[in-house]
C-alpha cells in the first residue's frame, strides 16, 4: 500500500492554543478564549486542520482547511455556543471588517470583500460580504461559486459540528433562498430549478421583494422566469478545442455532431512511441491504448490551425496544420540535448526523414510512466511543456541532470507564427524542481504543477507566474546553463508523498490543473486532491483519499488505474470529480467546500483513463469499457460491453476502448480499434436500470485507421492515433466501394 499523503499540519504550540480556546470558554473566560483562537490565526494561517465531519467518511477519506478558515468556523461556532465570546470578538473585529465592506460594495472591489471572509467571517459583515461576492460571480456567470456563497449565508439546522456558514444572519431567508432558486434558472438546470421553487413556494409562498429587475411576489416571478428559459438559446458551443478536455475546467461539449462518411481529409505523420521498458505496464495490457504505439499526441483546435507537440530526432517541436489541408503552417524546435560531436547541424536536421519514430523515451532504462503532449491555448498564447519529459531522476544517478534533462515551459504567439513570448521558455531554478505538465493561464497569469524532488520523496506545488514572465531577454554572456526562472508572483505546497517508483527509477507524469471561477484544483496522483485561490494561492481545501497498492500481487485487484495519467479534474456544476492513478475509486467533492459527494467502491470502473464530462445526472468516462456513472450517487447506470470476468483474471471486452473519446453536440463518439462508436448522450431508462442508445458505427479500417485521441473542431473529426493525424469531414468524397454499392 503507498502511504498517506503528508501535509502540513497545524504544529503542537498552535494546537495547544485552541484546546486552551475551549478551557477558557467552559470556564467563561470570553476575552481570553478569543484571544487564543485569533493567535492560531496570525501564527499558524496556512497550515492546516482535520474538518470534524457530519457523518463519518469512508476509510482513507480526509478533508482539511487552512487554521485561518478553521478558525473563523470555530469563531462562527461562538454564536451557538458562547454568544457573549461572539459579541466581544466583534467588538474587536466589527470597524475594521464595515470599512473593508463599505469600500469594498462601493469600488465593486472583490479583493476588500474576500478579506472580510477570510479574515473576519463572524464579524457582523460577514453575511452582506458573502452576499456582494455572490451577486458579482452570478454577474460573470460562475453560477457554481455563487451558489456556495448563498448557501455560506444560511447555516444548517441542527448541525452541530463546525461549518463555513454565517452564524446569525439578519438578511432575509427568503431573499436568499430566492436567490438560489436564480442561480439554477440562470445555470440552465432547469430539473433543479423546479425542485428548489417548488420547495420555495410551499415556504414562502407570500414573500415579495425585487430579483432580477423585477419587483413583487417572489415565487411568481421566479416561476415566470423558469418559463422563459425553456426558450433561451443554449450556451454557444465554442468553435475551437484549445486544450485537453476542451476547455480549462476539462468539462468541454463540442458544438455539433460529425460523420466520417469517407476517407480521410489528409493525414499527417505523427512520431510512434512505445513503452517497452515502462515500468506500470510491464507483463500487463495497457488500458485502452498499444504499447507499442502509444496514443500520447492530444491535438488542440485554433482558428482553423490545429497545434500539436512532438518530439523526434533530438528535437521538441510545437507544430501548426491547416486544419483544412494539413500542411505545416509553422513550426516551432528546440533542442532537447546539447549539440553532440558529430551530430548535424540544426539546419540540416530535415535531411534526416520524416518523423517517424519518437526518441523522448531514448537514453532510460526502465522508467514509470510515459510521455504525453498536450496543449493550452488562452487567447491568442499557447503554452506546453518542452524538452525532456522526465520529472524525477534517479536517486541512483551518477551525474546531475542538465537543464536540458529537465522540462521547460514553451510560451507562443499565435498572431506571429509562433513567435516566442518574452520570457520563454520558462526554466525551474535548480535540478530539484520540474514542470508537471502543461500550464493552465488566464489573460495575465501562468498555473502550473511543479514537483520537488529530496531524496526520491515527492513534494507537490502549484506556481503562478506572471504574464509575461518578465520583460528582460536572456543576458549577455549566459552560459547554456543559464536559467530564466520567471517572475513568480507565487508558489504553494500542497502536500508530499511517495510515487510507485519511490525514486529508484526516473518518472516521468504529467499532472494537468484545472482553473475555473478563480480557484485551481490539482489531483496531484500523491494521495491528495486540493483547490488554490488563483488570486494569492491560498489553500481553499485539501482532502486525502485511501492510495492502493502498486503491484500487489493480488490477481483479484484490478490495478489499471495506474495507468492513469492524463487525468486532471473534471469539473461539473457543483460537484469536481476526480480519478487519481494511485487509488481504485472515483469520488466526486463539492468544489466549494471539498466536501465528499460520493465515492464508487474499490475497483469498481477502476479501468477508467478519461473523465469526458457531464450531461444530465451522467458522468461520462472510459478506459477499456465506456460508463456511465450517476452523479449523484457515483452509481454505476451503464456499463458497455458488458463486463466479462473469466476466473481469477479480468477479461479483455470485445469490442475495447482505443483512446480518448469525446462529446460533441448530443453524442458521445468512442473510439475502439476498428471503429468509432456513437452513442446518445443520455442512456436510455429501462424497467431493469439504464441501457446505452446506440447511434451508428463509424469503421476505420477501411479509412486507413485504428482507434486513437478524439477533437471535434471546425466541422471536422481529427483522431490522433499513435502513428498519424487524421481528420474526417461530412464534406469527405465517398469511397470507390460506396460508390460501387449506390450503382
Request: proline fraction near 6%.
Amino acid at each position: 500500500m503507498l502511504s498517506p499523503a503528508d501535509v502540513d499540519l497545524l504544529d503542537s504550540a498552535a494546537a495547544t492554543h485552541l484546546e486552551s480556546a475551549k478551557k477558557f470558554l467552559a470556564e467563561r473566560q470570553w476575552e481570553e478564549a478569543v484571544d487564543a483562537i485569533r493567535r492560531v490565526m496570525e501564527a499558524d494561517a496556512g497550515r492546516l486542520v482535520k474538518v470534524p465531519e457530519v457523518r463519518p467518511l469512508p476509510e482513507g477519506f480526509e478533508r482539511l482547511i487552512p487554521a485561518r478558515e478553521f478558525c473563523q468556523w470555530r469563531l462562527s461556532a461562538l454564536a451557538t455556543e458562547a454568544p457573549e465570546a461572539l459579541a466581544h470578538y466583534r467588538k474587536l473585529v466589527d470597524p475594521l471588517a464595515e470599512k473593508w465592506l463599505t469600500e469594498g460594495t462601493a469600488k465593486r472591489d472583490e479583493k476588500l470583500l474576500k478579506q472580510v471572509i477570510q479574515q473576519a467571517l463572524a464579524s457582523s459583515s460577514g453575511d452582506e460580504a458573502l452576499l456582494r461576492l455572490a451577486d458579482i460571480s452570478q454577474e460573470r456567470g460562475e453560477f457554481a461559486m455563487s451558489r456556495y456563497l448563498l448557501e455560506r449565508i444560511l447555516p444548517t439546522a441542527g448541525t452541530k459540528t463546525l461549518t463555513g456558514a454565517y452564524p446569525d444572519t439578519d438578511l432575509p431567508a427568503a431573499e436568499i433562498r430566492a436567490r438560489l432558486v436564480l442561480v439554477s434558472i440562470l445555470e440552465g438546470s432547469s430539473e433543479r430549478a423546479a425542485q428548489e421553487l417548488a420547495q420555495f413556494r410551499e415556504q414562502f409562498p407570500a414573500a415579495t421583494g425585487r430579483l432580477a429587475g423585477k419587483s413583487g411576489n417572489l415565487a411568481d416571478t421566479l416561476t415566470a422566469l423558469l418559463a422563459q428559459s425553456s426558450s433561451w438559446p443554449a450556451p454557444k458551443s465554442a468553435g475551437d478545442w484549445p486544450t485537453l478536455g476542451g476547455n480549462q475546467a476539462r468539462s468541454g461539449i463540442a458544438g455539433g455532431d460529425v460523420d466520417i462518411a469517407g476517407q480521410p481529409l489528409w493525414t499527417f505523420a505523427l512520431p510512434r512511441l512505445h513503452s517497452d521498458r515502462e515500468w506500470i505496464g510491464a507483463g500487463r495490457l495497457r488500458i485502452a491504448e498499444d504499447m507499442k504505439s502509444l496514443l500520447s499526441y492530444h491535438p488542440a483546435v485554433y482558428r482553423s490551425q490545429v497545434l500539436l507537440r512532438l518530439d523526434a530526432r533530438g528535437n521538441s517541436y510545437i507544430t501548426s496544420l491547416s486544419a483544412q489541408t494539413g500542411e505545416v503552417v509553422w513550426q516551432v524546435e528546440e533542442s532537447r540535448h546539447p549539440p553532440l560531436q558529430g551530430e548535424p547541424a540544426k539546419d540540416d536536421q530535415g535531411a534526416k526523414g520524416p518523423l517517424e519514430v519518437s526518441d523522448a523515451h531514448d537514453g532510460l532504462k526502465r522508467h514509470l510512466g510515459v510521455a504525453r503532449y498536450t496543449v493550452t491555448i488562452q487567447g491568442h498564447n499557447l503554452f506546453t511543456r518542452i524538452v525532456s519529459p522526465v520529472t524525477g531522476h534517479s536517486i541512483h544517478r551518477r551525474d546531475e541532470p542538465t537543464l536540458k534533462d529537465q522540462g521547460w515551459i514553451m510560451g507562443l504567439d499565435l498572431r506571429t507564427q509562433g513567435k516566442p513570448l518574452d520570457g520563454f521558455p520558462l526554466q525551474p531554478e535548480t535540478t530539484s524542481w520540474s514542470f508537471e505538465g502543461t500550464p493552465v493561464a488566464d489573460e495575465s497569469h501562468l498555473y502550473v504543477a511543479m514537483r520537488r524532488t529530496e531524496q526520491g520523496r515527492c513534494q507537490m506545488h502549484i506556481a503562478c507566474f506572471d504574464l509575461p514572465t518578465t520583460p528582460l531577454g536572456v543576458p549577455a554572456g549566459a552560459d547554456e546553463n543559464y536559467r530564466n526562472t520567471g517572475r513568480l508572483k507565487w508558489r504553494t505546497k500542497l502536500c508530499s508523498g511517495t510515487t510507485p517508483g519511490a525514486g529508484d527509477i526516473d518518472e516521468i507524469s504529467h499532472v494537468l490543473l484545472s482553473l475555473d471561477s478563480g480557484m485551481i484544483y490539482c489531483n496531484t496522483n500523491l494521495g491528495a486532491v486540493a483547490a488554490v485561490s488563483a488570486d494569492d494561492g491560498r489553500i481553499a481545501w485539501v482532502v486525502k483519499y485511501p492510495r492502493a497498492a502498486f503491484r500487489s500481487g493480488d490477481p483479484d485487484k484490478n490495478e489499471g488505474h495506474f495507468f492513469r495519467d492524463l487525468n486532471p479534474c473534471l469539473i461539473a456544476g457543483d460537484l469536481m470529480v476526480v480519478a487519481p492513478s494511485d487509488c481504485d475509486r472515483i469520488f466526486a467533492l463539492r468544489r466549494g467546500s471539498g466536501q465528499l459527494a460520493w465515492t464508487t467502491a474499490p475497483g469498481v470502473a477502476a479501468d477508467v483513463q478519461h473523465l469526458l464530462g457531464c450531461r444530465g445526472n451522467s458522468l461520462i468516462c472510459s478506459g477499456d469499457y465506456l460508463y456511465w456513472l450517476d452523479m449523484q450517487t457515483g452509481a454505476v447506470q451503464v456499463q458497455y460491453p458488458a463486463a466479462v470476468v473469466g476466473g481469477p483474471m479480468f477479461a479483455s471486452p470485445s469490442p475495447r476502448g482505443l483512446g480518448r473519446g469525446i462529446l460533441a453536440g448530443d453524442h458521445v463518439y468512442w473510439p475502439t480499434r476498428e471503429n468509432v462508436l456513437v452513442f446518445h448522450q443520455t442512456p436510455r431508462k429501462t424497467d431493469g436500470g439504464y441501457a446505452p442508445q446506440g447511434i451508428k458505427e463509424m469503421p476505420l479500417f477501411p479509412r486507413g485507421a485504428v482507434g486513437g485521441n478524439l477533437v471535434v473542431a471546425e466541422g471536422k473529426l481529427f483522431l490522433a492515433t499513435g502513428e498519424k493525424l487524421l481528420a474526417f469531414g461530412e464534406m469527405n468524397p465517398p469511397t470507390k466501394a460506396a460508390v460501387d454499392k449506390e450503382e
